[in-house]
């Protein structure tokens, strides 16, 4: 499911132009560099090609999936060294169970939000306060058919308040970045990483 979401949201219709021998390449590199880890050491991992709308970039998605763009590969002229480095780096994430922490962290967020909704959506200057007007229960109270209008002025009203947390969930963002970092440069070249990502952030800036 989250590799067709990604498919139909950020990928092109048309198949990877890598050359399926190019692929394996990058395949068996990427397993050799692996293979002094000892068993067991390795999170399960399976590494797919896609020509993209996002330009170069690789995604580790649930379930173990690694995600390399065309551009990516182009990006750095197919070197095995480089590429390995940014899958490490990916394969980082699932060793940290980032992908699992975040997903539970942004449901607890969610419910969370739901819950915060229940009580102002009861509450009539909630609805006053910005601006709308509302239907009436029999006692005086805020009626049930305005549950829609609630969750729409919650999602307005959210952003202001979430710029508060924004610091913290950028701060967490780093924190799981700078530990893919550290798992890539134990299995790869530090110094192929850091090339990869200036290459990245070249390509971004230009």
Request: aromatic fraction near 8%.
């Given at each position: 499911p989250?590799?067709?979401?990604?498919?139909?949201?950020?990928?092109?219709?048309?198949?990877?132009?890598?050359?399926?021998?190019?692929?394996?390449?990058?395949?068996?590199?990427f397993?050799?560099?692996?293979?002094?880890?000892?068993?067991g050491?390795?999170?399960?991992?399976e590494?797919v090609f896609?020509a993209?709308?996002?330009?170069?970039?690789?995604?580790?998605?649930?379930?173990?999936?690694?995600?390399m763009t065309?551009?990516?590969?182009?990006?750095?002229?197919?070197?095995?060294?480089v590429?390995?480095?940014?899958l490490?780096?990916?394969l980082?994430?699932?060793?940290?169970?980032?992908?699992?922490k975040?997903?539970?962290?942004?449901f607890g967020?969610?419910l969370?939000?739901?819950?915060?909704?229940?009580?102002?959506?009861?509450q009539?200057?909630?609805?006053?306060?910005?601006g709308?007007?509302?239907?009436l229960g029999?006692?005086?109270?805020?009626?049930?058919?305005?549950?829609?209008l609630a969750?729409?002025l919650?999602?307005?009203?959210v952003p202001?308040?979430?710029f508060?947390?924004?610091?913290?969930m950028?701060?967490?963002?780093?924190?799981?970045?700078f530990e893919?970092?550290?798992?890539?440069m134990?299995?790869?070249?530090?110094?192929?990483?850091a090339?990869a990502?200036?290459?990245?952030y070249?390509?971004n800036?230009?």
């Amino acid at each position: 499911p989250a590799l067709r979401a990604v498919d139909e949201q950020l990928m092109k219709p048309e198949p990877s132009a890598i050359p399926p021998a190019e692929q394996e390449r990058i395949r068996t590199a990427f397993r050799q560099a692996l293979g002094k880890l000892p068993a067991g050491e390795v999170p399960p991992w399976e590494l797919v090609f896609r020509a993209s709308r996002i330009g170069p970039n690789a995604l580790a998605l649930p379930g173990g999936t690694i995600v390399m763009t065309d551009e990516m590969v182009q990006l750095v002229d197919s070197n095995t060294d480089v590429l390995t480095a940014v899958l490490a780096h990916e394969l980082g994430h699932f060793k940290h169970k980032h992908i699992s922490k975040r997903m539970v962290l942004m449901f607890g967020v969610s419910l969370l939000g739901f819950a915060l909704l229940g009580w102002p959506s009861q509450q009539l200057w909630f609805y006053t306060g910005l601006g709308v007007s509302v239907l009436l229960g029999p006692n005086i109270g805020v009626a049930a058919e305005n549950n829609a209008l609630a969750l729409l002025l919650f999602m307005l009203a959210v952003p202001v308040f979430s710029f508060f947390v924004t610091p913290l969930m950028s701060a967490m963002s780093r924190r799981d970045e700078f530990e893919a970092d550290a798992y890539a440069m134990q299995q790869a070249d530090g110094a192929q990483l850091a090339s990869a990502l200036l290459k990245l952030y070249e390509d971004n800036a230009s």
